[in-house]
């Protein structure tokens, strides 16, 4: 699909106004398979990755199954995806560029619970370290056999992705996490115990536009699917940045009067029918800026150092899988940076294992 923004993009460039209309291809995993791709679309749900297009040819698309079709002209747009990490892609778009040159802080992943950013777990006074666990959590090697019960008692822990597919217990991928090697895990009883989750010692911002987005993206785990409880209905989370760690962010969301600290921003949300669709196996929420809470004498604060993740107790048969948190620039006063093309895959995710090459296109049609 060409989107809005890029039809008047590629009509620039047919007249020569314009010096590109696809040069880099992104992947993202926001977006549910199946879904109809939105022409008005700015930004992808959850994009991944951007990498420069290093293919372009052009091609007749023609049903296999059908000898009489006589094929549609397309022009094929490739990228080569990262060889290391692994992958699972709903959403392909088309830029005009890597980056908006005119932003000083553009779209980007803020994290994605790697091995390097070094996430801990904090307990009351104490913090201690995530266990991170290569072996196969419920001690079941054969993935075609594997009930995808989780067999250990820590309340916070990481995985790779390969114990991420014997958890999928028969399930379809893109239920599970689906960004990179390694996802931390969060038991739905963890914040009953005061467990949550911090990084200190990051550099970070949040300044931009108001209407510029926060995503959190993460999935959702049962304990043991061979005897499955129902999805919660509703799952509340508090990510709390502060620019000094010792400041004392602890507040009443229940008072409506409730003032944030100076140097403190605080992102609190809940997923219920009210608000939002309830929780789903794959959750991607959004913010605006504007809507984060802050201090009401001082804006979000700029030299942000430390993040904490808390879910509210909601079941402890279930685990929050955490994915990634994105910060994405919704406006832009260049008419050059665009989102030319977008696209939602049919059906399957499409998968690539880490350690392996692989390449994507996205295709254009040109026949009318």
Request: hydrophobic share 35%; charged share 25%; with cysteine.
């Amino acid at each position: 699909m060409i989107t809005n923004k890029g039809r008047d993009l590629i009509s620039k460039y047919l007249l020569g106004y314009v010096p590109s209309y696809a040069s880099y291809i992104s992947f993202g995993c926001g977006a549910e398979p199946g879904a109809t791709p939105d022409p008005t679309k700015t930004s992808m749900d959850f994009e991944m990755l951007r990498v420069p297009i290093s293919s372009r040819s052009v091609l007749v698309e023609k049903d296999a199954n059908d000898p009489t079709d006589p094929g549609y002209n397309k022009i094929s747009f490739a990228g080569e995806i990262p060889l290391e990490d692994q992958y699972i892609i709903t959403e392909v778009a088309v830029w005009s560029d890597g980056k908006d040159s005119t932003k000083t802080s553009d779209s980007r992943v803020l994290f994605a619970f790697t091995n390097d950013e070094n996430w801990r777990i904090s307990s009351g006074n104490t913090t201690e370290e995530i266990v991170f666990y290569s072996d196969p959590i419920s001690g079941v090697l054969d993935p075609i056999n594997e009930e995808g019960a989780i067999g250990i008692d820590d309340e916070i822990f990481a995985v790779d992705a390969d114990n991420l597919t014997l958890l999928s217990g028969g399930r379809d991928p893109k239920d599970g996490a689906r960004f990179l090697n390694k996802t931390i895990m969060v038991r739905g009883d963890a914040e009953t115990n005061g467990k949550k989750i911090f990084i200190d010692g990051r550099s970070l911002s949040l300044t931009g536009s108001p209407l510029d987005k926060l995503k959190f993206a993460f999935a959702l785990y049962p304990k043991d699917p061979a005897n499955l409880t129902p999805l919660p209905t509703e799952l509340s989370f508090t990510m709390t940045f502060k620019s000094d760690p010792n400041i004392d962010s602890n507040i009443d969301f229940t008072d409506p009067n409730v003032e944030v600290p100076n140097g403190v921003a605080i992102w609190r949300h809940t997923m219920d029918a009210a608000n939002t669709p309830q929780p789903s196996r794959y959750n991607v929420v959004s913010t605006p800026i504007k809507d984060i809470l802050v201090s009401s004498q001082s804006p979000i604060p700029t030299n942000l150092r430390y993040v904490e993740i808390e879910f509210d107790a909601f079941d402890e048969n279930w685990y929050v899988g955490i994915d990634a948190i994105r910060f994405d620039s919704e406006i832009t006063t260049n008419p050059l940076y665009v989102m030319s093309g977008y696209t939602v895959v049919s059906q399957d995710a499409l998968i690539k294992k880490a350690n392996t090459n692989a390449y994507a296109e996205f295709r254009f049609g040109l026949d009318i």
